[in-house]
C-alpha cells in the first residue's frame, strides 16, 4: 500500500481532533476524489460566467460583459486556488475536514446562481454570498489547523484573520454607493492577494509541488472543456443549416486546432519542476488567472464566432473574431510569461510566442480569425516539437 493510500484509509470516515500537515516530499501525492468532487462543482459556475460572457459580447455589451466576466471569474479562481493550497498541506480527510469542504462546494453553487444577475443587473448580492461562503469555511479549516499544527500556528492564525476580514469587506461593498463598486472591487483584491504573502511570512506551509502541479492542470482541463463544449454546439449548428457548411466547418476546425494547441503546450513540460520556492510558487499560482480565465473565455469566443456565421450577433465581423483571438493570446502569452520568469523557456526560441500573439491579433480583420489562429497556434506547437527534436537528437 503507498503513503498515500494509507493516508487515505486511516482518515476515511473518522472524526479526527487533529490535523497535522503533510510532507511536501511526499511520494505518489495525487488529487483526491474530493479534491476532484470540489472541481466538479466549480464547473458550474465557470460554465455560468462563460455563457454569459459569450451572449454579452454578442449582444454587443463587450466592456460591460467582460469587466462582469472578471470580477466574478475573480471569485471563482480565488476561491478556488486558496483551497487547492490548503488541501496541499493540510488534507485529512476525514469527517470534518470532509464537511467543510462540502459547505464550500455549497458556496460555489450559490455563487453559480448569482452569476447571472451580476451580468445582467451588476447585483452581485447572491455572488458574494456563495463567495462569503466559501471563505468562511476555508476559515475554519485554517482554525483547526492552528489548533493542531504549533509550529505554523501564526501562519494559520494569520490566514483566518486575514479571509475574515476580507469578507466583510465584501459584505461591506454591498451596500457602498454604486461609484465605489469598481474601486472598492480592486482594493479588496489587492488585499486579498497579499494575505497569503502576509501569512506565509510568520512560517510557510508544507504545501506539495507536484501535488500543486497536478491540481492546477487539472483545473486547466475544466477550463478548456468549455471550448469543447463550444465546438460540438458549432458541430450542431453546422448539421441544422448545412447552407453554412463551408464558414461553419472553418470556425470548428480552427476551433479545435486552437483548443489542441492550447492543452498540448501548457502538458509540453512538467510543471511540478518550477515551484522550486515560495517566490516562485506565488508567480506561478497568480500568474494562472490569465491562464484560467482567458481559457474559459475562448469557449466564450467560440460561440460568438458561431452566431456570427449563422447571424444571431449585433456586432460585426471583426469583433466576433477579437472574442475568439484576444482570450487566445491571452492565453499563449501567459503561459509563456511564466515559463520565461520561471527560466524554462529557450533563450533562442524566446521571442517566437510573442511573434505568433501579435499575429493572432491581427487575424480578427481578415474574416476568419478563428481558422487562422488555430493554425499559428498548431504551427507554434510545431515549432516547438521540431526545435526539441533536433535538441533531442
Known amino acids: 500500500m503507498t503513503e498515500k493510500s494509507h493516508h487515505v484509509m486511516a482518515g476515511m470516515g473518522r472524526w479526527k481532533v487533529t490535523m ?17 468532487f470540489f472541481d466538479l462543482a466549480f464547473v458550474v459556475a465557470i460554465a455560468q460566467a462563460g455563457s454569459r460572457l459569450h451572449h454579452s459580447i454578442a449582444a454587443g455589451h463587450v466592456a460591460d460583459g467582460i469587466l462582469s466576466y472578471g470580477m466574478v471569474f475573480f471569485a471563482i479562481w480565488w476561491a478556488w486556488m486558496n483551497f487547492t493550497w490548503f488541501a496541499s498541506a493540510y488534507d485529512p480527510d476525514d469527517v470534518p475536514y470532509r464537511l467543510a469542504t462540502f459547505v464550500q462546494i455549497a458556496g460555489s453553487l450559490i455563487l453559480a446562481a448569482g452569476i447571472p444577475r451580476a451580468f445582467d443587473a451588476q447585483d452581485f448580492s447572491v455572488g458574494t454570498l456563495g463567495y462569503v461562503v466559501m471563505r468562511l469555511a476555508l476559515v475554519g479549516q ?6 493542531s ?16 476580514v476580507c469578507q466583510l469587506g465584501w459584505i ?13 472591487f480592486l482594493t479588496l483584491v489587492v488585499v486579498e492577494l497579499l494575505v497569503p504573502v502576509w501569512a506565509e511570512r510568520a512560517c510557510a506551509t508544507t504545501w506539495h509541488a507536484g501535488h500543486i502541479a497536478e491540481r492546477y492542470g487539472l483545473f486547466t482541463i475544466i477550463v478548456l472543456g ?11 449548428a453546422t448539421i441544422e443549416t448545412g447552407v453554412l457548411w463551408g464558414e461553419l466547418a472553418a470556425i470548428i476546425i480552427g476551433g479545435l486546432l486552437t483548443v489542441f494547441s492550447m492543452w498540448w503546450l501548457y502538458f509540453d513540460r512538467p510543471m511540478g519542476d518550477l515551484l522550486s520556492s515560495l517566490p ?14 482567458s481559457a474559459a473565455a475562448v469557449g466564450a469566443g467560440f460561440g460568438v464566432a458561431v452566431d456570427h456565421a ?8 471583426v469583433g466576433a473574431g477579437a472574442a475568439f483571438a484576444v482570450p487566445v ?13 520561471l527560466g524554462t523557456a529557450l533563450p533562442p526560441g524566446a521571442g517566437l510566442t510573442p511573434l505568433v500573439v501579435l499575429l493572432i491579433l491581427i487575424t480578427p480583420w481578415s474574416g476568419e480569425a478563428v481558422l487562422l489562429t488555430g493554425l499559428l497556434a498548431a504551427g507554434l506547437l510545431a515549432i516547438k516539437l521540431v526545435r526539441r527534436h533536433r535538441t533531442d537528437v
Do not use: N
Open 20 to 36: 497535522r500537515p503533510r510532507s511536501s516530499d511526499e511520494e505518489h501525492r495525487a488529487a483526491t476524489p474530493l479534491e476532484l
Open 142 to 147: 485554517w482554525l483547526r489547523a492552528a489548533h
Open 149 to 164: 499544527d504549533r509550529a505554523r500556528r501564526a501562519c494559520a492564525h494569520r490566514y483566518a484573520l486575514g479571509v475574515s
Open 172 to 184: 461591506a461593498l454591498l451596500y457602498a454607493p454604486q461609484g465605489s463598486m469598481l474601486p472598492g
Open 226 to 236: 468549455e471550448s469543447i463544449l463550444a465546438a460540438s454546439f458549432a458541430i450542431q
Open 280 to 293: 516562485r510558487a506565488f508567480f506561478w499560482g497568480y500568474g494562472h488567472f490569465a491562464i484560467f480565465a
Open 310 to 317: 449563422t447571424g444571431e450577433v449585433a456586432i460585426g465581423s
Open 329 to 341: 493570446a491571452v492565453y499563449l502569452l501567459g503561459l509563456w510569461a511564466l515559463h520565461v520568469k
